[in-house]
């Protein structure tokens, strides 16, 4: 299942978990005194002081507010690693074991495509950044908004003390514990339902199942802000291979034409982000 190692405090867990993972015992671990870290192993700190976010976005917190966390995934099945195919699906398989959990504590949740974990209201409780680690595997980054006493950062954030009872809100370090075996135990589950798959899957294979039932985009009308600022507005009508958004666009004499976007094409996406109980 991998270990835990916590800190104090942090520029990153991201980061810190990637300098590990190329410092000098690195992939080979040639030359150096402490183990690289392996599948499943997690960075993780309530005192985080220049997390990252998509895009080179910032993403900051007051001490003690939120917790940070980041794990090296590098799951597989009988047959052996899951295939770098489906590497782009982690973020996602990642983002809905978080709102399982979050929702199993009492927060209700629901997953914006294409790493973001919002509360119900459609404010924003969790982020999920993946990035590929050296060596193989991705790096999975989360931060859950635990309390905000001084109110939250923006008006589009939220926290878990205000959907459960203060005296339910975890210790940071719990539920670091908590999340490690969530995020873990669903990649591996990923892994062993695509033993021996090497070409990319869609939004409706039995692999994906648990992603597509916290997943609130498709269906909704969105609007995709791209990097060249140009913008492309339809409905999300699901995912293709790698978990790629399909946009459909047209209707009402126009051709209806279906893009795919990937999470990487993507500056913000807009749109109703709201779910009811």
Do not use: Y
């Amino acid at each position: 299942m991998g270990r835990l190692t916590w800190l104090d405090t942090v520029d990153s867990t991201q980061d810190a978990l990637l300098r590990l993972l190329n410092g000098p015992a690195g992939p080979s671990g040639a030359g150096g005194t402490t183990p690289a870290p392996a599948h499943g192993d997690v960075l993780a700190t309530a005192d985080q002081r220049a997390g990252r976010g998509r895009h080179g976005r910032v993403w900051e917190a007051p001490p003690g507010s939120s917790l940070a966390l980041s794990v090296l995934l590098r799951p597989a099945g009988p047959s052996g690693p899951l295939a770098p195919a489906h590497w782009s699906w982690i973020s996602l398989v990642a983002a809905s074991a978080v709102a399982g959990l979050l929702a199993d504590r009492g927060a209700p949740t629901h997953v914006k495509w294409p790493n973001d974990v919002l509360a119900e209201d459609g404010r924003k409780l969790c982020g999920v950044l993946a990035t590929v680690a050296p060596g193989g595997g991705v790096v999975v980054g989360t931060g859950v908004n635990l309390a905000f006493p001084g109110g939250p950062p923006a008006p589009t954030a939220t926290a878990l003390a205000d959907w459960v009872p203060a005296a339910a809100v975890p210790a940071p370090r719990a539920l670091a514990e908590e999340l490690r075996a969530a995020v873990v135990t669903a990649a591996d589950a990923f892994a062993a339902a695509l033993d021996g798959v090497a070409d990319p899957v869609g939004g409706t294979h039995p692999a994906v199942a648990p992603v597509a039932a916290r997943l609130s985009t498709p269906g909704r009308s969105v609007r995709a802000e791209l990097p060249d600022g140009t913008a492309l507005e339809g409905e999300a009508v699901g995912l293709g291979p790698g978990g790629v958004l399909r946009v459909r666009t047209g209707g009402e004499g126009r051709e209806i034409l279906e893009t795919e976007i990937s999470a990487g094409d993507v500056v913000h996406l807009r749109g109703d982000v709201r779910r009811g109980r």
